[in-house]
């Protein structure tokens, strides 16, 4: 089969588009990556390495990191500085499919980047944080990088503390706590693209599926594409309603109250976790606790 056919490639392509449509990946911001079943390889391998002759021979690189866990894996990532919205139009030339070697320190590229091109230059933090989602869950196989708006604008007047953040987002939607019940990651502003930024968003992952890079954007996790597509939209969405809130008043009338998310955690079956749940001081202004 063409890797262009498959089920997995298509519901990636599908992803990055969409995000494109939100209005979240302007220019070439953005990426993401799949770690592939072994059946899903084994259904596309004679497609590998004869796309118009063009994948480098294959040559093995230095991924910049170890993930020794993720050796002989294949991954479907997108191309470093390929604009997501072109993906609608020649996936082949924008994203492509990389294998790790036997010591998770090297990749080649197997398909893809027709027109040339290297993996995403957050190749590092993206393979950190597949490694460690796997030794959590071994269903975990999404990772996605974009730059919401309302997210990123929260990080600009929120305190940049996880438990604050999760709060004042969990309080915008009843999905919420129901949906990340782990609460939100918060990565201070670091320079992006080495691997110092990958080791601390990964560390978050130990716990999270949704983590902030202030003032730049999040990273979402998650079994499949419609997960984690649909974890960073509610959690935008709910950015975007804070963002309302925040506009119109420095104070909530009202709000879900504490005890309000414990009982969504009881009838939902989920585990919410208490850190979240402080008390706040009467008449504290939102982003106080
Ligand atoms: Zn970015």
Not at 38 to 48: L, Q
Not at 129 to 137: A, T, Y
Not at 269 to 280: A, C, M, P, Q, T
Request: aromatic residues 10%; glycine residues 10%.
């Amino acid at each position: 089969m063409k890797v262009i056919d498959a089920e997995f490639a298509k519901g990636f392509f599908r992803m990055c588009v969409d995000g494109f449509y939100q209005g979240w990946h302007e220019r070439n911001g953005g990426n993401a990556s799949y770690r592939i079943k072994p059946e899903e390889v084994d259904e596309v391998r004679n497609d590998f390495g004869n796309i118009n002759g063009s994948v480098q021979d294959g040559e093995w690189q230095d991924i910049g990191t170890t993930v020794k866990n993720l050796a002989c894996e294949f991954f479907m990532v997108t191309g470093s500085g390929k604009f997501m919205r072109n993906i609608e139009l020649d996936p082949a030339a924008n994203v492509c499919i990389l294998e790790v070697d036997e010591t998770g320190t090297k990749y080649r590229i197997v398909w893809g980047l027709t027109k040339g091109g290297r993996p995403t230059s957050e190749l590092p933090t993206h393979l950190m944080n597949l490694e460690v989602l796997k030794n959590r869950d071994a269903r975990f196989r999404v990772v996605y990088h974009c730059h919401p708006t309302n997210i990123i604008a929260l990080t600009y007047v929120l305190p940049l503390d996880s438990e604050i953040f999760t709060r004042e987002i969990w309080e915008m939607a009843t999905e919420c706590p129901i949906d990340f019940p782990e609460g939100i990651g918060v990565v201070p502003w670091m320079v992006c693209g080495g691997r110092e930024i990958g080791v601390k968003t990964s560390e978050l992952m130990k716990k999270q599926k949704i983590v902030i890079w202030a003032h730049h954007g999040a990273f979402a996790a998650g079994y499949d594409f419609d997960e984690t597509f649909g974890l960073m939209h509610t959690v935008e969405k709910a950015a975007e309603v804070l963002v309302k809130v925040m506009s119109i008043n420095v104070y909530k009338r009202q709000t879900i109250e504490p005890d309000q998310i414990r009982q969504l955690g009881k009838t939902f079956g989920v585990d919410i976790d208490e850190r979240f749940l402080y008390e706040k001081r009467p008449g504290a202004r939102i982003g106080e606790r």
